[in-house]
Antibody, heavy 120, light 107 residues
Framework: DVQLVESGGGLVQPGGSLTLSCAAS????????MGWVRQAPGKGLEWVAN????????YFVKSVKGRFTISRDNAKNSLSLQMNSLRAEDTAVYYC?????????????WGRGTLVTVSS | DIQMTQTPSSVSASVGDRVTITCRAS??????LAWFQQKPGKAPKLLIY???SLQSGVPSRFSGSGSGTDFTLTISSLQPEDCGNYYC?????????FGGGTKVEIK
């Protein structure tokens, strides 16, 4: 079975940093685009970032460009999101998801999410 | 950026009713449009991809249609377990964008 398990969420002060991790299993991680999607409390879904299979292409939503970095370790089946200069508006549940590009261009598998709270 | 406008924002219907949710894109998506269902406290679940293809394991009462800029998700006979929020998402280009969501409730 496909499993995506996020970790690393928590409470952080404005201006602080946090790194989220996602452990993947049950599919060929090295052959899959991956991404992060977030959801602020009581709000809708917002795409955050995607990374290509080999890490050669990365894309970000405008609001996090220059502050967030996405990376992957295909040897460890692991995806990361490094978040710097965090703001209150970054408070959300962050989901790790596989972005399937073969005829779908959407997220077919999702983790359960990890909550990031930015507050003093 | 491609804007996704989803209507209605909420719908209340009876068990067995037909429910239709619409998503309009600000640019031509070809057919790169997906629909998700999300229940409280849970991750989104993919229902439809490429506008009209049913994801494996999803009940056949769910269907998608449309191309270009106008798309529809239909629940042919609403069931109690279909309550939740529904989102469309465009996969045509980055930045990926979602519709604002539709809350489906049982009357």
């Amino acid at each position: 079975d496909v499993q995506l398990v996020e970790s690393g969420g928590g409470l952080v002060q404005p201006g602080g940093s946090l790194t989220l991790s996602c452990a993947a299993s049950g599919f060929t991680f090295s052959g899959s685009w991956m991404g992060w999607v977030r959801q602020a409390p009581g709000k809708g879904l917002e795409w955050v970032a995607n990374i290509k299979e080999d890490g050669s292409e990365k894309y970000f939503v405008k609001s996090v460009k220059g502050r967030f970095t996405i990376s992957r370790d295909n040897a460890k089946n692991s995806l990361s999101l490094q978040m710097n200069s965090l703001r209150a508006e970054d408070t959300a549940v962050y989901y790790c998801a596989r972005y399937f590009v073969s005829g779908t261009y959407t997220f077919d598998y999702w983790g359960r999410g990890t909550l990031v709270t930015v507050s003093s | 950026d491609i804007q996704m406008t989803q209507t209605p924002s909420s719908v209340s219907a009876s068990v067995g009713d037909r429910v239709t949710i619409t998503c309009r894109a600000s640019q031509d998506l070809n057919s790169w449009l997906a629909w998700f269902q999300q229940k409280p406290g849970k991750a989104p679940k993919l229902l439809i991809y490429a506008a009209s293809s049913l994801q494996s394991g999803v009940p056949s009462r769910f269907s998608g249609s449309g191309s270009g800029t106008d798309f529809t998700l239909t629940i042919s006979s609403l069931q109690p377990e279909d309550c939740g929020n529904y989102y469309c998402q465009q996969g045509k280009s980055f930045p990926l964008t979602f519709g604002g969501g539709t809350k489906v409730e049982i009357k």
